[in-house]
């Protein structure tokens, strides 16, 4: 029962609380605008449009301006970007050329031709075109018999 009692005295005091200041009255007004007629000011209206034209050139301005630096930076990034993919073909070429050169080295055609169980050509069986054409007169075309030996 003391709870009930002790809650009933914490209402009651909240209930009694003292009042300070004086109180917010507020009335009711109703205003008649009906009769009220806008006056027209022209040079307020110039000067307004004056100031929007203003206001206007200036965010174009800026706009512009913003628009400017912001495509300088998108360049530069498309710019280093580009150069990265420069160097990594710089470098990729770099790597085909080498294995181009590793696979035209002579020594490894003919080691691996004699490892297919291929012999060298005898005297007479190389024709050299460009040492039988001559430049000035026109080569044509001819079918030799073709020897096969096999290896037996």
């Not at 009692?5 to 609380?17: F, T």
């Not at 507020?26 to 203003?54: H, Q, W």
């Not at 080691?111 to 001559?134: F, I, N, T, Y």
Request: charged share 25%; aromatic share 6%; with cysteine.
């Amino acid at each position: 029962m003391s709870a009930v009692a002790m809650q009933s005295a914490v209402l009651s005091s909240r209930r009694k609380s003292c009042w300070l200041g004086t109180p917010e009255i507020y009335f009711r007004k109703t205003i008649d605008n009906s009769r009220l007629v806008k006056v027209e000011d022209p040079r307020r209206a110039r000067e307004m449009k004056c100031f929007g034209l203003a206001l206007c050139c200036l965010f174009l301005l800026v706009m512009g301006y913003a628009l400017q630096h912001f495509r300088a930076i998108e360049y530069g990034y498309k710019i280093e970007t580009l150069r990265s993919q420069r160097g990594d073909l710089v470098e990729m070429n770099r790597a085909l050329r080498l294995e181009e050169a590793s696979l035209r080295d002579p020594e490894r055609i003919d080691l691996m031709a004699r490892k297919l169980g291929l012999q060298s050509p005898e005297p007479g069986q190389v024709l050299r075109m460009d040492a039988v054409s001559d430049a000035a007169r026109p080569v044509m075309a001819s079918v030799t018999p073709v020897a096969v030996v096999s290896a037996r």
